[in-house]
């Protein structure tokens, strides 16, 4: 069963400004991931957030957890051509980590 | 550093061929995952090993898949009889740990199946 629910699907921005993508989940959890995906490759890590923990950074990226409202977001800042990927959230569901479906995010020129 | 590295990286075949993929793990990780990945699905966990002993395998669709880790640096993902709906992309990742001190999952470029 999906865990995490991105949203939304998909996102197209100019470059230079900010994304966000939210997701959403429905048992407690440890923690939270983000990872990317550029076409035709594997996921890539990006950050990863404990239950204790409200706000991480990790360069142009931003991710806070919410765990009364089980929500989670990731702010890209000032983004590039380069960003333009797939975003997946997976959190923790007993020794197994599930991920969402995906946030799709294209950065227009 | 190598990474995970996954064969072939593109596979075709007819349907009923038997189908074989392959993963080399990050040498001294203790967990090696199998996934597959449709725009219908997304990512599914299909099994994982812990110490090249498979854990939960529950992903697994049907008996016409089968997952060996013979040692620490080698697992298989086979597929027979291969079926059409069986076409997807197969990732293979590996990770540190899991549970409450869970690392990252470190993935390979998959393999593009498809089945005719």
């Known amino acids: 069963s999906q865990q995490g629910e991105e949203d939304p699907q998909a996102l197209s921005i100019q470059e230079g400004e900010n994304a966000t993508m939210n997701c959403s989940y429905k048992t407690s959890i440890n923690n939270l991931q983000w990872y990317r995906q550029n076409s035709g490759r594997g996921l890539v890590h990006l950050i990863l957030i404990r239950s204790n923990e409200r706000e991480k950074h990790s360069g142009r990226l931003r991710v806070t957890l919410d765990t009364s409202k089980k929500s989670s977001s990731l702010l890209i800042t000032a983004s590039r051509a380069a960003d333009t990927a797939s975003y997946f959230c997976?959190?923790?569901?007993?020794?197994?980590?599930?991920f969402g479906k995906g946030t799709r995010l294209h950065i227009l020129p | 550093d190598a990474g995970v590295i996954q064969s072939p990286r593109h596979e075709v075949t007819e349907m009923g061929q038997e189908v074989t993929l392959r993963c080399k793990p990050i040498s001294g990780h203790d967990y090696l995952f199998w996934y597959r990945q449709t725009m219908m699905r997304g990512l599914e966990l299909l099994i994982y090993?812990?110490?090249?002993?498979?854990?939960?395998d529950s992903g697994m669709p049907e008996d016409r898949f089968s997952a060996k880790m013979p040692n620490a640096s080698f697992s298989t993902l086979k597929i027979q009889p291969s079926e059409p709906r069986d076409s997807a992309v197969y990732f293979c990742a590996s990770s540190l740990s899991l549970g409450e001190s869970n690392q990252p999952q470190h993935f390979g470029d998959g393999t593009r199946l498809s089945i005719l």
């Open positions: 997976a959190t923790d569901q007993g020794d197994k980590i599930i």
């Open positions: 090993f812990n110490n090249n002993v498979p854990i939960d």
